[in-house]
């Protein structure tokens, strides 16, 4: 099965699934997914799971990048921050949906790896190595903010960048298990919170969140 076939099975998948927004399915069927995984994994890249990329990181399944995009809720322009770059994989969803992409990854080589993948794909999306926990303040507010670990809390830098009106998805819960996948919405000083369901994610790593439990 050739790419194309394979990215046309993904999306007919998460039809299935429950993806009903037609720009979220377009844009998962524009970014080239088997060109942000590791060589070996490549022939199964559009299948229905997460898929190691190194240190200890993973790339989501599709499922889960196109549920979180969609609790995103974007339009075109959107400023958007992404906390976990990863591969660089749902950044570019995220830029195929027009948003002004922020992203930030701690580990070095990722975040070299995914600047350069982005870069020569296309995608306008402006990467930073660092720690997650603070976010950008730089750029606040945010229409949009994803994270993608799984962290005890939510970082409270995180929802102050957070723009009126403006939408929060995270993982909540302990790191390799299970947790629970939320979008918050912020209205002035009110937090509406909407559990989307079960998800493993990798744990949100940060040196302001160990002092905090510390």
Known sequence: MDEQEA????????????????RVLQAMAAVPRHLF???GYVEVAYGDFALPIGHQQTISQPYI??????????SPGDRVLEIGTGSGYQAAVLAELGADVYTIERIP????????RLQA???QVHCKQGDGYEGWPEFA?????IVTAAAPEIPSPLLEQLADGGRLVI???AGYGYQNLWKIVKEGETLHKMNLGSV?????????LRRRQS
């Open 37 to 39: 995984v590791p060589d």
């Open 65 to 74: 990048v196109a549920l979180m995009t969609e609790a995103l809720e974007i």
């Open 121 to 123: 794909l296309g995608y």
């Open 109 to 116: 080589a990722l975040y070299e790896e995914a600047k350069i």
């Open 200 to 208: 493993a994610f990798v744990p949100f790593v940060s040196r302001q």
């Open 7 to 22: 990215q046309a099975r993904m999306i007919a998948l998460l039809k299935e699934q429950g993806i009903t927004d037609p």
């Open 141 to 145: 507010p945010y229409d949009g903010i």
């Open 171 to 173: 993982p909540l819960g």
